[in-house]
């Protein structure tokens, strides 16, 4: 098994990028909440961040203006009905002999074909969902340094993606894991000396709510995070619990680490990002504002950091830290997608399927909050297990899932 070990990164820094005075970045995902914070970490470090590569779903109009900027070599619309959008034109302006032309490319073949282009050292992976996971596969057998924010691509293809990625080629941006990284860093044989993983969670916004008062929840509600701000899908996920249920997958992945090491610990105000126990009683701990910008950054960066202008907390004047459990038997999503990760096989991508399915009928307002997790649990249990062998297998689990959890919808 491939462990992504903070020691062996200097080690496995692209040549390209060792060569050239700027990293040479592709966003998938621009448009998105982590794609248009990367893009503030690029005009912040200009002379360190070349962007070479842009992607979208739909929001053309935002792509254009960040070409106009940032003038990558490609761009690429994954949703083919924006493909003929008006305002691409712009990006082919005939009366514009100074308009720089980037190669426009369209559709998922488009999303896959930027992950692999030779002009990129750094494929940051932005996209929301199961989107992702193909991205993430052509991005690692194409041996760039993947800034990995896409959690969905290795929960539901971890055990795939993690054999074909080289020692320290996946670079993690979900800010728990790149705070388990950073605490990682330094210790040799940390599989050894590991205790275990705590994997902080703000709680969301409904933290200590009861069972009757979260019938009536609506995703209006589930939008206001105490914490952070991020696209829709993530924040439901945040309320639900899915999301750490995913990060605990993710961990377990990333850093080889069994379901028994990796316990989830309510941190309300989200400063202390994850910390790591280690046999001999010492806990490390990773500290920073709640911005992606920090550990954006440093999947950018990585062995070095580069200066960020708001990043810092006021710890002279910061509320007292408290630490809770979360509770598994309200909040369900989180111990489903942990019995989906130990199952292993198909079922994460399973898990995950039904999950994205369930999140976007609640935002529609389709289902009540307490039926996400009904739909996961019935969706997984209607499937039988099977183990993981391809890239192909996997999405057509994600497909098949996305059927029951759709045909339990319309019941
Ligand atoms: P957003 O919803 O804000 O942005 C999603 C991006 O993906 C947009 O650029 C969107 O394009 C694009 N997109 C949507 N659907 C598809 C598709 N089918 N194919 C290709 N691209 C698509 O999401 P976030 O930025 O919040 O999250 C992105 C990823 O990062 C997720 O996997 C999330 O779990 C992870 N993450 C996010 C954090 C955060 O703070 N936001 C924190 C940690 C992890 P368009 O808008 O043009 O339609
Ligand atoms: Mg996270």
Redesign the pocket.
Known sequence: MNTLNANSQTASAPSSYKNSSRLRVSI????????K?ALEVARENPDKVEIVGL??????S??VDAAKEFKPAYVCV??PAHANDTCLEQLNSAKNPKALKPEILIG?SG?EEMARFPEADCILI????A??IKATHTAILSEKRVAL????SLVAAGDLLMTLAKPGQIIP???EHSAIFQCLIGETNFEDSLECIWLTCSGGPFYGCTKEQLKGVTAHDALKHPS????????I?SATLA?KG?EVIEAHHLFNAAYDKIKVLIQPGSTIHSMVSFKDGSTKAQIAAPS?KTPISLAFSYPERWPLSDSFVDYQNHAPLSFGKPDSNLFRCLPLAVQAGKEGGIMPAVMNAANEVANAAFRKGRIGFLDIPAVIEKTMDETKNAPLESIDQVLDADYKARLSATQLLNK
């Open positions: 998938l995902g621009a448009s998105g909440s982590i794609g914070q992607s979208v779903h739909s929001d053309t935002f792509l994954s949703d998922d999303l932005a996209v929301v969902g989107a992702g924010a896409n959690k969905e941006v979900d800010s952070w701000t991020m696209g829709p899908k993530i924040t996920d999301n995913l992606m």
